[in-house]
């Protein structure tokens, strides 16, 4: 069966089975004692000291002491939901990715939206970029798509990742900003680094300050690939299309919304599911034939780039529809687990080094966040279809694995798992051909930063151009540091001279002219400069 209520109720039914109901019951300790009074404690007399033995204080006391998790170190701020995901036609001739190819099947999703910088209790209203993260609960396993608001990044490398958080995330001697972006450190490094003009545009733009959660896009950044059952791989784009259509708060009114109610993209998008008013994203891809990667100015791997729409159109696959909110935000919210390493077969990956390090980054910490090695097991990351390998024992573990089957080639156990192949459903990688010299330096393709930055500029309204001009003058008019507002006043002119004069004015600053090759990263060493000088 599968009805959407039925697939629904699978996921749900599996997570019923950790529900405490305490309907009628009497409190007991965790170990089932009942407990006759846990309002006062044991002691010496009716004044008296309190009593080492009183294991009924001692467990309530010391499992309080132990409820906090650590925060994750980026995006969190979030809030969750459940939903459901719906193919449109079958998708079989690009992937064989099974929940793409049966439009009758209908994939149980949950998905957390986010704001990155902020702490647990900063405020929803931050200009800062969303996480859009999608885990799908398919029937060959979970797929997540661990997207942001923006099509691009800040960065081409990951290596440069705990850089760039550092410098966003409140100042290390003083702790502030607590939520914003507008202080010395985030533009001092954003000045070194001209790869994040494209960004910096978008998240000067209202898309960093949005009207609610229900009318973001999403995207998934990086260029994945799309395998079908020939074996036959394209390059692909994914994108989240808002059915409410786009739309953004002025930052005047954000900054009130921020004064009087912290929660309101929280509360937005509880009340709106508890109402019946179910949000809805179309999921839309690009899709490049393996043979046309290089025919585009850009990189394909290159994160601070987007395919423009006029160059590839978004075709709408599918839908997802959001319609259930969470019984427990810790449990499922804070618990869940995403990473873009979650892949089923028909999906695979590029060699973008942005996305190549965040394979990494997150099982790693997720390992000390969520307390070990077994947060697989944690409800709301269960896959709806079995889990059977050889991996035993680790702190928290619950499986109860029967026999001598904890490892292969077995010879011993009949009930040992055995391996896949790609006919029964397994998992294999995609067979790129790489032939080349390991090289620690930055593609050659991947040297211009401005020209997609103008694109974006040139592409808003009048009304939104003032307003990215007033952003970058609000922020950079923070900044204390003039050396650092006239490095981002030079970045900034080789995206717009307009764009460049009207911030200096709002600064009383002039804009200082760097030439292209003293930007650090903007011209390879042995290179022309000439021929890395976008069209302005
Ligand atoms: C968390 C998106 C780049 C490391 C997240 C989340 C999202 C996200 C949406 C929140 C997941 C949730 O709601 O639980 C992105 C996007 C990126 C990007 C779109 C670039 C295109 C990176 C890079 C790294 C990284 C380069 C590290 C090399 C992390 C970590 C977390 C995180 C450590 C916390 C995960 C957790 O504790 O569960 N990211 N991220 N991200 N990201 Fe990224």
Redesign the pocket.
């Known amino acids: 069966d599968t009805s959407p209520i039925k697939q629904d109720n699978d996921k749900t039914a599996k997570l019923e089975v950790f529900v405490a109901d305490s309907t009628g019951k009497k409190l007991t300790t965790n170990h089932g004692v009942k407990i006759n009074d846990d309002q006062n404690s044991l002691k010496a007399g009716d004044r008296g000291a309190t009593l080492l033995e009183d294991f009924i204080l001692r467990e309530k006391i010391t499992h309080f002491d132990h409820e906090r998790i650590?925060?994750?170190?980026?995006?969190?701020r979030?809030s969750?939901a459940h939903g459901v995901f719906k193919v449109y036609e079958d998708m079989s001739d690009i992937t064989r990715a099974a929940f793409l190819c049966d439009p009758g099947v209908e994939t149980p999703v949950f998905v957390?939206?986010?704001t990155?910088a902020g702490s647990r209790g900063s405020t929803d209203l931050a200009r800062d970029?969303?996480?859009?993260?999608v885990k799908f609960y398919t029937q060959e396993g979970n797929f997540d798509l661990?997207?942001?608001n923006?099509p691009?990044?800040?960065?081409q490398d990951?290596?440069?990742?705990?850089d760039?958080?550092h410098a966003v995330k409140p100042e290390p001697d003083n702790e502030m900003p607590q939520a914003a972006s507008a202080h010395d450190t985030f533009w001092d490094f954003i000045s070194f680094m001209p790869e994040s003009a494209h960004m910096i545009m978008w998240l000067m733009s209202d898309r960093a300050i949005p009207r609610s959660y229900r009318m973001m896009e999403g995207?998934?950044?990086?260029t994945f690939r799309f395998v079908n059952a020939s074996g036959v791989a394209s390059f692909v784009k994914f994108h989240w299309k808002p059915l409410l259509g786009v739309h953004s708060v002025a930052w005047d009114e954000a900054q009130n919304i921020s004064g009087k109610d912290p929660d309101f993209h929280r509360r937005d998008l509880w009340d709106a599911i508890e109402a019946g008013a179910f949000p809805e994203w179309e999921l839309g891809v690009q899709i490049v034939a393996e043979e046309d990667e290089f025919k585009f100015g850009f990189d394909l791997l290159d994160?601070t780039k987007l395919i423009p729409e006029e160059l590839v159109p978004v075709q709408r696959i599918g839908k997802m529809t959001l319609n259930r909110n969470p019984d427990n935000f810790f449990a499922e919210?804070e618990q869940?687990?995403?990473?873009?390493g979650h892949v089923v077969p028909g999906i695979d990956f590029t060699n973008d080094p942005?996305?190549q390090?965040?394979l990494?980054?997150?099982t790693?910490?997720?390992l000390i966040?969520?307390g070990g090695p077994n947060f697989h097991e944690i409800p709301i990351n269960r896959p709806v279809v079995p889990v059977n390998n050889n991996q035993r024992d680790g702190y928290m573990r619950q499986t109860i694995n029967r026999g001598k089957t904890s490892y292969g080639p077995n010879g011993i156990a009949a009930n040992d798992p055995q391996q896949a192949t790609a006919a029964d459903g397994g998992f294999v990688s995609y067979n790129e051909r790489i032939d080349a010299k390991k090289i620690r330096a930055r593609s050659r393709s991947f040297f211009d930063h401005f020209s997609q930055a103008r694109l974006f500029f040139n592409s808003q309204s009048d009304a939104e151009k003032n307003h990215l001009t007033d952003a970058l003058s609000f922020e950079l008019g923070k900044v204390k540091t003039v050396a650092v507002r006239e490095r981002m006043l030079g970045l900034l002119n080789h995206v717009d001279k307009g764009l460049a004069a009207a911030v200096a004015y709002a600064l009383g600053l002039h804009v200082p002219v760097i030439p292209l090759e003293e930007l650090n990263g903007s011209v390879p060493a042995d290179a022309d400069p000439a021929d890395y000088s976008p069209e302005q």
């Open positions: 650590p925060e994750r170190v980026v995006h969190a979030g969750g957390r939206f986010s990155v970029v969303r996480g859009f993260a661990v997207g942001n923006m691009v990044f800040f960065i990951a290596v440069k990742f705990p760039l958080v995207f998934g950044v990086h994160p919210t869940v687990a995403f990473h873009v942005l996305l390090g965040r990494f980054s997150y790693d910490t997720q966040r969520l």
